[in-house]
């Protein structure tokens, strides 16, 4: 177990459902991410969340809503999604240093949430 | 159980020297397979990857691993690194064998010095 702890395990949804992904960290951490993976595709990184502020959105598409409501949890709210969208998402947490903005000190990944849209 | 495995956790090495890291899973299935690195203050960014084809992929910075299948491994190397490849180095292995779920290992810290 790294410490960081996400449910659900598996979701599948229709392409007018609304879900929501959760992740929390019990590490004491101050940056969460968002990590998409699709299969034979590197990891893409959708958002960066550090001190609860959002830091960085990497284009994604509006039908992705995260929320950081503290240091602790994020979630990933999902609405109208596409069957591309289908793919397994990784959150992760560090601990950032001298800056602020959460890059790239050691990352913990939780075991990730497949999803399926329909 | 399923798991990555790598073999170093630190390695410290002088500039111009050879770097082997090794890298063992143990899913079943189809495999992808991926080195990522991340350097001091930034994100994890993809070295290369492993999907079909010629086991012996090329990545980006002088990078190489290969792929055998018989050992379950899917080691990087770069014959001759520099200062500015001090970095931590994580395999990850993506298998239909297990739910698609992406498995890091745990990285190993390397350190090379001028």
């Known amino acids: 177990e790294t410490g960081v702890t996400q449910t659900p395990r598996h979701l599948v949804m229709g392409m007018t459902n609304k879900k929501s992904l959760k992740c929390e960290q019990h590490l004491g951490h101050n940056a969460m991410y968002w990590y998409k993976q699709s299969a034979k595709k590197p990891l893409e990184l959708m958002f960066v969340?550090?001190?609860?502020?959002?830091?960085e959105n990497n284009s994604v598409p509006s039908r992705f809503s995260p929320e950081c409501p503290n240091s602790s949890h994020l979630f990933l709210h999902l609405h109208t999604l596409q069957p591309e969208d289908s793919a397994l998402y990784l959150c992760a947490s560090s601990q950032s240093g001298t800056s602020s903005r959460g890059r790239g000190e050691k990352l913990f990944f939780g075991s990730g949430t497949q999803l399926s849209v329909l | 159980a399923q798991s990555v495995s790598q073999h170093n956790h630190h390695v410290i090495l002088s500039e111009a020297a050879s770097l082997e890291l090794g890298c063992n899973y143990s899913?079943?299935?189809?495999?992808?397979l991926f080195w990522y690195v991340q350097y001091p203050g930034q994100h994890l960014q993809l070295l290369l990857k492993?999907?079909?084809?010629?086991?012996l992929v090329k990545g980006i910075k002088g990078f190489e691993a290969e792929f055998i299948k018989s050992k379950f491994s899917f080691n990087l190397r770069k014959p001759s690194v520099q200062w500015s490849d001090t970095a931590e180095y994580f395999c990850a292995v993506f298998s239909t064998d297990s739910w698609g779920k992406l498995q890091f290992g745990a990285g190993t810290q390397v350190v090379v010095t001028p």
């Open positions: 969340y550090s001190l609860e502020e959002r830091v």
């Open positions: 492993y999907f079909s084809g010629d086991p």
């Open positions: 899913y079943g299935g189809t495999v992808n």
